[in-house]
């Protein structure tokens, strides 16, 4: 299934160039998380453009107080499920913390095994100049990097918490420098977290590469939300950008409610979820267990395997 505004109506797969194009014919660019196969399957036949399997994960899916614990192994777990079930949205893996920070030759390993054993497109990362060198080793080893500016959540303790970035001209400032240094660098696209919509705008203008917006304004080439937070299906906390599209959390408890109540008052399961045996095979197994009964309550001889 697609929508009138599928990237690819022909079905074939999302590309960097695509969502280049895209960007610049001034068309909205799509992305949401996915962490799942179901998910991705939905996801894919909506007709959205990229899928990022975010280290958000840790959060909305394993129940982490931040994304600090996720691991490797985590993701590439959950990149595999997407990847299986996506045949056209460009797939994004996020590379976790420290899976890139401690050295370049790390950060190479791990971003290759993202596209390598998960089965990624591309690979994203948080920061902005200081991680400049091994984004440039990244994609010399010709895997495409989309930066992640502003509100970065690997961060969150230097950052003193979930707060907006570059709300001061100093900071805004530095955030326009960083948005130039990663295209710069070569990066393929950027997402730009919790940053005012004003300073999204004016990098949106500035950069050729798409500029994916998450609580950064309707001035960004493209929007990505945690789907988890659309959906409803995060009950602990949502961001204030957040649109909620559905309350999955809400239906999720009324039906296992019902199906508590339903098993207790025994309406589950009704006929119609049995499966039912033949009635000529049922005749005939009673009439063997009436013969096998009458064999045990015989006093004499009792076969040796009823002793
Ligand atoms: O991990 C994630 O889901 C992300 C998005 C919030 C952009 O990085």
Redesign the pocket.
Known sequence: MSNKYTATPSGSKVSIQTLHSKKVRGEAITFL?AYDFPTAVALDRSGIDGI?V???LGMVVLGYEN?LPVTMQDMLHHCRAVSRGVSRAHLVG?MPFMSYQASTADALRNAGSLLQKGGMDAV?LEGGRDRVNVIKAIIAAGIPVMG?LGLT?QSVHQLSGWKVQAKSPEAARTLIEDALILEDAGCYAL?L?SIPVEVAGLISKRLGIPVIG?GAGIECDGQ?L?THDLLGLFDRFTPSFVKKYANLFAEMERAFGEYITDVNERRFPAAEHANIMDPQAFRSLMREISVLDEIIDSDENPPARYH
Do not use: M, N, R, Y
């Open positions: 998380t990022l975010g280290d958000s994304t996020d994203k992640h959540p997402v977290e998450i990505i945690v």
